[in-house]
């Protein structure tokens, strides 16, 4: 039996509805400063919705792909290609954890918190992290401030990650001729 040359439906839909959503929380947070300051919390609001999204749509990729084999990279792949291409897939499923995590850890220090419950989409009450909540509000605001600058530094590590993907993607399929975006559904 031929192992798949493709992704199949589900890990195509996830892949590219994760890539959109990471797209879009990116989109919305990075010129925050250059809307109206009335736009700022809808918008945070927005983006902590996502980011919660994303995490569970993350749950379910690796649910996903802990039962179903993806297609081998082709044959023409060096062995440090195939090496690279294991590392960044990893770390790339690492940053859909530790994205939303950071962000939901950060919110739930956030010394308004209690003033602002968390809903998602304006709709679903959604809770902060417990014992996050529950610590003295000084050493709060010290891990509002630490869980911040993580999450600050896993978006940048996402940024390059994002970066090297997209270029292996495209050395391989338009320079290597390898049938790359189609492996993934493109």
Same mark, same amino acid.
């Given at each position: 039996? &031929?192992?798949?040359?493709?992704? &199949?439906?589900?890990?195509?839909?996830?892949?590219?509805?994760? /890539?959109?959503?990471? /797209?879009? &929380?990116?989109?919305?947070?990075?010129?925050? @400063?250059?809307?109206?300051?009335? %736009?700022?919390?809808?918008?945070?609001?927005?983006?902590?919705?996502?980011?919660?999204?994303?995490?569970?749509? /993350?749950? !379910?990729? !690796?649910?996903?792909?802990?039962?179903?084999?993806?297609?081998?990279?082709?044959?023409? #792949?060096?062995? %440090?290609?195939?090496?690279?291409?294991?590392? /960044?897939?990893?770390?790339?499923?690492?940053?859909?954890? +530790?994205?939303?995590?950071? $962000?939901?850890?950060?919110?739930? +220090?956030?010394?308004?918190?209690?003033?602002?419950?968390?809903?998602? #989409?304006? =709709?679903?009450?959604?809770?902060? *992290? +417990?014992?996050?909540?529950? *610590?003295?509000?000084?050493?709060?605001?010290?891990?509002?401030?630490?869980?911040?600058? %993580?999450?600050? +530094?896993?978006?940048?590590? =996402? #940024?390059?990650?994002?970066?090297?993907?997209?270029? $292996?993607?495209?050395?391989?399929?338009?320079? @290597?001729?390898?049938?790359?975006?189609?492996?993934?559904?493109?």
């Amino acid at each position: 039996m &031929n192992p798949p040359s493709r992704y &199949n439906r589900p890990a195509i839909v996830l892949h590219w509805l994760v /890539a959109a959503l990471m /797209a879009l &929380n990116v989109a919305l947070v990075l010129p925050i @400063d250059l809307f109206p300051e009335s %736009w700022g919390r809808p918008i945070i609001d927005t983006h902590k919705s996502i980011g919660i999204t994303v995490l569970g749509l /993350a749950l !379910l990729r !690796l649910l996903w792909r802990l039962g179903h084999v993806p297609p081998p990279l082709p044959r023409g #792949y060096r062995r %440090w290609e195939r090496r690279a291409s294991r590392l /960044a897939h990893g770390l790339l499923y690492a940053l859909m954890f +530790a994205l939303p995590l950071s $962000g939901w850890m950060h919110d739930s +220090a956030w010394k308004d918190a209690a003033t602002h419950p968390m809903k998602l #989409y304006g =709709l679903v009450p959604w809770p902060r *992290i +417990a014992w996050i909540v529950d *610590i003295d509000p000084a050493r709060k605001e010290y891990l509002h401030q630490l869980f911040g600058g %993580w999450h600050t +530094a896993l978006g940048y590590m =996402l #940024y390059g990650l994002v970066a090297l993907h997209l270029a $292996g993607a495209l050395k391989h399929q338009f320079i @290597d001729k390898e049938p790359e975006l189609q492996r993934i559904g493109l």
